[in-house]
């Protein structure tokens, strides 16, 4: 007889039940992590790329396609010149329509028609063509940053944005006698749209604002938590915005109130940086960025694929036509597509 008795294996039982339970917790976590990636997983696309030549090996900020004949590239280097350059032949070969007062690079393209014109770059400096660009009017604004973006209603009511460093940043309208009114802030402002002469959307660094007044006033929407860089609206409705650490937005009410289609940049999901956002319609539209960063969706936004082969260019602009569109960016690249 034992007086004392051998205890209950308890340990051990309360081992085996230990490891049955983290073996239960590890195959739970492999299979949610199984689903989670399953479900992130994006169609792969493949367009049809042709590399044009442009005629230059700075960088080109923007392109703009009137049709499909007739389109616009404009860049250059940011201290020592500006360019813009102009295809009447679907961009096989391409025009320089710089002149000497391009003395530093151009960020922006806006079009009224074949033939007037604007395009806006560093130091403040804005140009207008009445002659689909053989010629450019030189205009210097009262403030010395960069214009991103501008857009005008007719040839003599636009409006413009700009700055730098994340924390400098001012919008223009335009005025009597060419002259330009500046308000400065202390956000930067990277891209502008006007529905008309009052309704208007400007976005930037953690913010997008909307006007009702013609800019006299601008409204904080529920947009936050990136850098806003670029927007296309295909109709005075349905627009979308992309901030530059991949975050994708979406409004259907003339920009007072956005949809988050997409987080910025998180773990377990792909690192994406955009810098052109352009829709053909409410449902078909691209999303470039860098590292040949190129997405499309089918579907207004609910869906996106990543064109599994588009050159490995830092993208900057785009622009759509009938069948397709065209990509800028750095080193003077430009690439047509087919879709």
Known sequence: MQLFPNPPKVNHI?????????????????????????SCQKEKTTLSFTELTSGTSDDLNDILF?????????????????????????????????DSNMSKALYKLNFLSHDTGFCCGYDGKIFRTYDGGANWKYFQTNYYLPIRSMFMLNFSQGFACGGTGFKHGYQLQSGSDDKWLVD??????????????????????????????????????????????????????????VGYTGSIWKTTDAGETWERLRNSNILFQPQWYFNAVEFRDE?????????????????????????????????????????????????????????
């Open 283 to 339: 449902n078909v539209g691209y999303i470039a960025g860098e590292h040949g960063c190129l997405l499309k969706t089918n579907d207004g936004g609910e869906h996106w694929n990543r064109i599994d082969n588009s050159p490995d260019v830092e993208w900057l602009g785009i622009s759509l036509v009938s069948d397709g569109g065209f990509l800028c960016g750095t080193g003077g690249t430009i690439y047509r597509f087919l879709d």
């Open 66 to 98: 009137l049709n499909d004949s007739i389109g616009y590239a404009c860049g250059g280097l940011r201290y020592d010149k500006g360019d813009i350059l102009k295809t009447v032949d679907g961009g096989f070969t391409w025009i320089d329509q710089s």
């Open 14 to 38: 309360l081992k085996r039940k230990n490891f049955s339970a983290l073996r239960l917790l590890l195959i739970i976590t492999h299979y949610s992590l199984f689903i989670f990636f399953s």
């Open 184 to 241: 400065t802030s202390d956000v930067e402002y990277r891209d502008v749209f006007f529905f008309d002469n009052l309704n208007g959307v400007m976005c930037g660094y953690g913010l997008i604002l909307h006007t009702t007044d013609g800019g006299e006033n601008w409204t904080y929407t529920n947009a936050k938590q990136d850098f806003f860089v670029a927007m296309s609206f295909p109709t005075n409705e349905t627009g979308y915005a």
